[in-house]
């Protein structure tokens, strides 16, 4: 897989070696669809859900689902979850590489991030520790892939939670002035 130039406006790059779908005992973690985008768009424009991950997106529907279309099978596609049962939207998900530099390093660092964001009508389920925990399986179950991070808000304690219930440590707070994620805190699980 190439890497993407220094000069691009990329954040993120997928694997594109994790094998696709991913079952859980509740979920379907896929490939996102069209029909997946009416339910995306209301989850990135639903400003409780993105409080914490840079705020609502403000563009019109139209040029959202123009743009989604736009992604479908791209380096920067996410991913969806829906429920195994009916396959509702959960969701969406991914699993890429990303820049990262953190407040002790000048430099910056390729890294795994895994980035999840589930639906407010599904929260308290547990739902969001199911689909990590996945994402960490097919993660580690590739040989380059020796450490995972997530980019938590300092104010999201439930996410902070969840990362050291599954093992992650606190690195340090990511160093990207200007960046909506300026100062968030940086967490790493490295493969047993």
């Not at 829906?82 to 890294?111: C, H, Q, Y």
């Not at 399986?137 to 969840?162: C, H, M, W, Y």
Request: include cysteine.
């Amino acid at each position: 897989m190439h890497e993407p130039s220094r000069n691009r406006d990329i954040r993120l790059w997928p694997l594109s070696n994790l094998l696709l779908p991913i079952h859980s005992d509740r979920l379907l973690i896929r490939h996102l669809e069209e029909r997946d985008f009416e339910d995306l768009y209301a989850l990135e424009t639903d400003a409780e859900v993105k409080r914490y991950v840079g705020g609502p997106v403000l563009r019109p529907r139209d040029e959202c689902v123009s743009l989604m279309r736009l992604k479908l099978g791209s380096e920067t596609c996410p991913l969806s979850i829906v429920m195994n049962e009916d396959a509702s939207f959960v969701g969406r998900a991914l699993l890429a590489k990303t820049r990262l530099t953190i407040t002790s390093r000048p430099l910056w660092e390729i890294e795994w991030e895994i980035q999840v964001l589930i639906a407010r009508k599904y929260w308290g389920q547990g739902l969001g520790k199911e689909v990590v925990n996945e994402l960490i399986r097919g993660a580690f179950a590739l040989p380059e892939i020796t450490s995972v991070v997530a980019v938590v808000d300092p104010n999201n304690v439930a996410s902070q939670k969840l990362m050291e219930n599954l093992g992650f440590h606190y690195v340090d707070k990511k160093s990207s002035p200007g960046s909506w994620d300026n100062n968030h805190m940086v967490f790493r699980l490295t493969k047993p």
